[in-house]
């Protein structure tokens, strides 16, 4: 047991100190700040004559905010150095987290409190970030179950808390699953077609486990290059069919596949969900999760995906009759399947285009890429980004700080290649936010995450980590979100950075700065072939800008079927009729889909976003903020249009109307303010080649 004093946990002099925390520091570390939260919470409950911002919002922030800070640490070490020590003590302390937050959420003296400070005289003269924030909390109280009756209450308690550990669970399965899987190769001759690097880095895993040959696991970098370039179709299919049935009743290869499997922690959480929504007087849990969202209803939503579905139709039907047609011919494939999609997707792009994503690949060595990111960031909006020492969770991760003229204004995390008991995917999650004190500004941390390739060593030298196109747009993605959280202008904690965001406008920023991967003068900074050093060359950069939409239509309804899956799942499915999620699903696609996948195919049993990572009936919001995102970047065309520099006057009106802002108005009026009108689709239905 460690003392207050030295618990890492609790000092927050800093930076969290990462290369001291243990397992062992969690419970000690929450359970003093629940106590201490609590007794806050406490004297705060007593009356008062007169409610102010100082004498009640900001000392409740100064409380919750270190619970939160503290959490988020834990939190993140689950996500990212995941160890049996560490996932039991978080196991254990998420209850007691989640009971606090949900008694929080449920307290009317503190719910009156807001309420009389919003009624008071002095509401007025308070800034519109602060109104924000009251008008916020008022709003989250009642959804939190702050108007029901005891016996109700206990009960929305109750649900919060399963919903916690299910949710984790669900997490905690998918993970187990991607980890407990090693496919080994032993004769190189299976393996045609594979490009070098990740046949060497299937060796370095087989070698690192002590084996002769290949081994691939279920980490993307390492099964999605088979799906991609595998001559071999048997092998494709079965890396295909461990990938999609992961998590679920259908993976025979999982020794502990009961144990893994998610069919019931989705049935239970859609379950609990719509309880939540039926207590709190809504029809259903999608309409709970558009409260705090752009979109009006769950109608408004649907008809936006369906009219997109509408349009993207006609051009994904093409899409698929062209590969089929070239699968058939070319390939001797006649009967397409699923796990034949991307690597006849690659050979009908390189037979189109002339290029592959392998040769693209040879000029993103990470170094550059990076080098190239930062560029970008620093002309866009007048920033400098340096290199920074801080403690970190594996050797990998670097840490970097954010200036403007000499001030610090931002730092962030930077842990970029997968490794076993590192959650998958890319994310930016907020380690701190920024905040005005007495004397001071505390300014903003991020971490950024993603699942690259690490750096193989060959004949023991290191050899530099390349990227793909893809994953470059990925890296440019999750910026987007960090630059949103740390290069906001408001000292209000509850609404700086993404605080406050509609959820369906935070995608944004993330989106916005995936289009500068398709910029000439952006790529030429950040190329360089990993044997010559010499940059792209414009004619292959020609290749890939004519390649940019290529099947954009099967994309764009694909990304159309799984929001429509994520909304009718929270929206009209009804387990009391007797039907399955699968079948559920199954009526979805039956609708909307071109390409059915098989029959064993359970991808909801490892979808993430909307099980356990926030995204619930909200899915949606990357197609929805894809409309915002091309519609603001049209404003950076127009000014090259013009001939002005974009990177000046369009660059910082972004940076003032969209970034700077963060939460303090609503994403409507920011986004309005940016462009001189309220958003519109055409510059999506362009961007994507599908402009009537």
């Given amino acids: ?85 560490l996932r039991a003590t978080y196991n254990e302390n998420q209850p007691k987290v989640t009971e606090f937050w949900t008694e929080l959420s449920q307290n009317e003296a503190l719910f009156a409190k807001y309420k009389a400070l919003r009624a008071s005289a002095s509401f007025a003269s308070l800034s519109p970030a602060r109104q924000r924030i009251i008008d916020n909390a008022i709003r989250d109280f009642r959804m939190g179950g702050a108007e029901l009756p005891a016996d109700k209450k206990e009960r929305f308690a109750a649900i919060q808390e399963e919903q916690a550990a299910v949710s984790t669970r669900f997490s905690e399965n998918v993970l187990d699953a991607t980890n407990d899987y090693k496919l080994l190769v032993t004769d190189e001759a299976e393996l045609a077609g594979l490009p070098d690097d990740v046949k060497a880095a299937a060796h370095a895993a087989a070698q690192k486990d002590g084996k002769q040959g290949w081994q691939f696991s279920l980490h993307f970098p390492s099964y999605y290059p088979i799906l991609q370039f595998a001559d071999n179709r048997a092998l494709r299919e079965t890396v295909y069919r461990a990938n999609a049935t992961k998590a679920s009743d259908q993976g025979e290869v999982f020794s502990k596949k009961d144990a893994w499997d998610n069919t019931q922690n989705i049935v239970t959480l859609l379950r609990l969900r719509d309880e939540e929504a039926k207590l709190l007087g809504y029809k259903n849990f999608a309409e709970v999760s558009l409260v705090p969202k752009m979109a009006q209803s769950p109608e408004h939503v649907i008809g936006f995906l369906e009219d997109l579905a509408r349009r993207a139709r006609p051009f994904a039907q093409k899409d698929l009759e062209e590969l089929k047609q070239f699968a058939n011919d070319e390939l001797g494939i006649a009967d397409l399947q699923a796990w034949d999609m991307p690597y006849a997707s690659e050979k009908l792009q390189e037979r189109r285009y002339a290029f592959s994503a392998q040769e693209v690949k040879q000029y993103f060595p990470e170094h550059k890429v990076i080098d190239g990111l930062f560029r970008q960031i620093q002309n866009l909006f007048d920033v400098q980004i340096k290199p920074d020492v801080a403690p970190v969770w594996h050797q990998d991760v670097r840490f970097y700080s954010i200036e403007r003229d000499g001030v610090l204004i931002g730092q962030f995390y930077l842990d970029l290649y997968a490794r076993a008991g590192k959650s998958g995917g890319a994310w930016m999650d907020d380690a701190r936010g920024r905040r005005a004190n007495a004397n001071s500004v505390q300014t903003p941390v ?109 994309q764009t309804l694909r990304q159309v079927e799984f929001s429509l899956l994520d909304m ?55 197609k929805w903020a894809e409309v915002l995102s091309a519609d603001a970047y049209a404003a950076f065309e127009e000014a090259k249009a013009l001939g002005q520099d974009a990177t000046t006057e369009a660059g910082q009106r972004y940076l003032r109307e969209i970034l700077s802002v963060g939460g303090s108005r609503p994403a409507l009026e920011s986004f309005t303010a940016f462009r001189g009108r309220e958003p519109s689709i055409d510059a999506l239905l362009r961007h994507s080649g599908m402009a009537a």
């Fill in 1 to 85: 047991m460690t003392t207050d004093a030295s618990n890492p946990l609790l000092d927050f002099s800093g930076l969290p100190r990462f290369d001291a925390i243990l397992a062992e520091h969690v419970t000690p570390a929450i359970d003093h700040l629940l106590a201490r939260s609590r007794t806050i919470v406490q004297q705060l409950e007593a009356p008062q004559d007169d409610v102010t911002w100082d004498s009640f919002v900001t000392p409740l922030e100064n409380a919750t905010e270190l619970l939160g800070r503290a959490w988020g640490i834990v939190n993140h070490l689950n996500s990212v150095v995941d160890t049996p020590e």
């Fill in 446 to 554: 991020a971490y950024l995450t993603c699942n690259f390739t690490e750096p193989a060593v060959v004949d023991g030298v290191a050899q530099p980590s390349l990227f793909t196109h893809d994953e470059v747009i990925t890296l440019f993605h999750e910026f987007g979100h960090g630059l949103h959280h740390m290069l906001t202008l408001v000292d209000e904690l509850g609404v700086s950075g993404i605080s406050g965001v509609e959820w369906d406008a935070v995608e944004l920023p993330s989106q916005f700065m995936e289009n500068f991967c398709w910029e000439w003068d952006v790529l030429e900074h950040m190329t360089a072939h990993v044997s010559t050093g010499e940059p792209l060359p414009r004619a292959l950069f020609d290749k890939m800008l004519a390649a940019k939409n290529f099947q954009s239509g099967l």
């Fill in 568 to 622: 009718h799942l929270h929206y009209d499915y009804d387990a009391s009729t007797g039907q399955t999620v699968q079948q559920m699903i199954d009526s979805v696609r039956a609708k909307f889909s071109l390409v059915v996948p098989p029959a064993f195919n359970r991808f909801q049993n490892s979808f993430g976003h909307i099980f356990s990572g926030g995204y619930a009936a909200g899915y949606y919001s990357y």
